[in-house]
């Protein structure tokens, strides 16, 4: 049923992907590329006295590297630098199985939890979180 239910969530942010697009310069912007599968996914960022004010991703790939993309844009927007970057460990944290206690504060990133049983898809999931991080580095 909990499969079902993750599957169902990551099918939703595939076909209706939230913070799909490009923003208008200034901006920053890091590409990520996952060979093994062929995903990729394009961030641009909008960093304001800390906060991450905007945020959009374009690319293209697996219905996992894009959905996590979504969910991506959907949970940094707005947050300041430190809590994206807890929110990037935890995330890739749940994908590797790695992440203990509560899930709950994740929203829809808690679908990607599925994806630890298939290792081959890890880095579908974490593209999009380890393209932010490189995108962060921009900042400081
Ligand atoms: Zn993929």
Redesign the pocket.
Known sequence: MLDELYQAIILDHYRQPRGRGELEPPKITQEGF?PS?G?EVIIDLRVEDGRITDVRFHGH??S??QASASMMTEAVRGKTLAEAHALIQQATALVKGELDGDFETLGDIVALAGVRYFPV?VK?ATLAWHTLEEALKQVE
């Open positions: 996952n599968c995903d790939g697996c996992i590297s898809r579908c």
